[in-house]
């Protein structure tokens, strides 16, 4: 752990993974074959001037290219998270992360931490040796909302736009302004060095990091309702021991029969099956059949980490916590 210190400021603590923010490439002009997570967070500290003034600390828990994000950074990120959230001079926390599985991480962070302090991610969509890097902006940006009184949860900060944990989607392959929030809009946008708030700051009732401590990580899987779909792949995740399925369905969350029939023959092998749709934006209005609940507004990749904690938790206190994250109430099937 390194401190950067500038005395009698508010401090941020960042909170170093990797991603497209530290990678490099062999040219200024290679926006795409580059190489993620080489360098560390002191030197993309030090590509930021403005930052110069802030009070910092940082520490680098990993070095990964985030579409390699796993189990086992998640619980550090988590722990060290809560850790430094509980100290009283500390105003924020800046992760660093690489795009791929932001949202992922976001709603992991949310619903261990539900924050009364800002923990927020920060990605880019060009590496740091780029003629036109976005990552450093975005680090200022980060730092900025880290700092902003009042604000809570686990937010994500790119292009200039916040967007809360519940709702950050990726929604571009290689665009800079490459994630959106879908139909709930950005939470705030920062603004020449200013956060002006839109909307809410994310909320819930955290489940703390007791919740996955000494705990089998369950396995749940994501299975696609398409055209000409069957079951065989289903039924070979539950020949291997799958804990949980999670059936992207088309539409309003509907499913081929053929997948639909071997979903529903894993549900009565024990296997915990939820529904959710592969569409972008909307949530699932629940008409399908009710052996198979949905999800509300959740995504596969969120569907499967709430399947996962309510596994841990056992499935009734995960029900219970599940329905404390949302405003309207519970997410119907969880």
Not at 129 to 157: F, H, M, R
Not at 305 to 325: D, K, P, S, T, Y
Request: hydrophobic share 45%; net charge neutral; charged share 20%.
């Amino acid at each position: 752990m390194q401190s950067l210190s500038a005395p009698a400021l508010a401090r941020v603590v960042i909170l170093a993974t990797g991603g497209t923010i530290s990678g490099t490439a062999a040219s200024p002009t290679d926006t795409l074959g580059y190489t993620a997570g080489q360098l560390g967070v002191d030197q993309l500290v030090m590509a930021v001037p403005p930052l110069a003034g802030k009070d910092l600390e940082t520490e680098q828990l990993a070095q990964i290219d985030s579409k390699d994000m796993d189990f086992a950074v998640w619980e550090l990120l988590a722990r060290r998270a809560e850790y430094h959230l509980a100290r009283p001079d500390v105003s924020g926390i800046v992760v660093t992360h690489g795009t791929d599985t932001l949202e992922e991480t976001a709603y992991w962070l949310q619903r261990v931490l539900a924050p009364l302090k800002p923990v927020v991610l920060c990605s880019a969509m060009r590496p740091a040796t780029a003629l036109q890097a976005d990552g450093p902006q975005n680090l200022l940006d980060a730092v900025t909302l880290a700092l902003e009184p009042g604000a809570k949860g686990v937010l994500a900060v790119l292009a200039g736009t916040v967007h809360g944990a519940f709702d950050v989607r990726k929604t571009h392959t290689h665009r800079l302004d490459a994630f959106g929030s879908g139909d709930a809009g950005p939470i705030a946008r920062v603004e020449a060095g200013r956060v002006r708030r839109l909307r809410d700051w994310p909320r819930g009732t955290p489940l703390g990091t007791a919740c996955f401590a000494g705990a089998r990580w369950p396995r749940v899987e994501i299975v696609l309702s398409h055209a000409g779909a069957c079951g065989a792949i289903v039924d070979a995740l539950v020949s291997h021991g799958v804990d949980g399925l999670v059936a992207a369905g088309t539409g309003n969350g509907t499913l081929h029969h053929a997948l639909e029939a071997a979903l529903l023959r894993a549900q009565a092998q024990g296997v915990a099956v939820r529904r959710t749709t592969r569409v972008a934006d909307g949530p699932l209005q629940d008409a399908g059949p009710a052996s198979l609940p949905g999800c509300g507004a959740l995504s596969a990749v969120q569907a499967r980490i709430e399947l996962m904690l309510q596994l841990m938790l056992g499935n009734e206190r995960g029900r219970q916590e599940a329905a404390n994250v949302w405003p309207s109430g519970p997410v119907k099937g969880l």
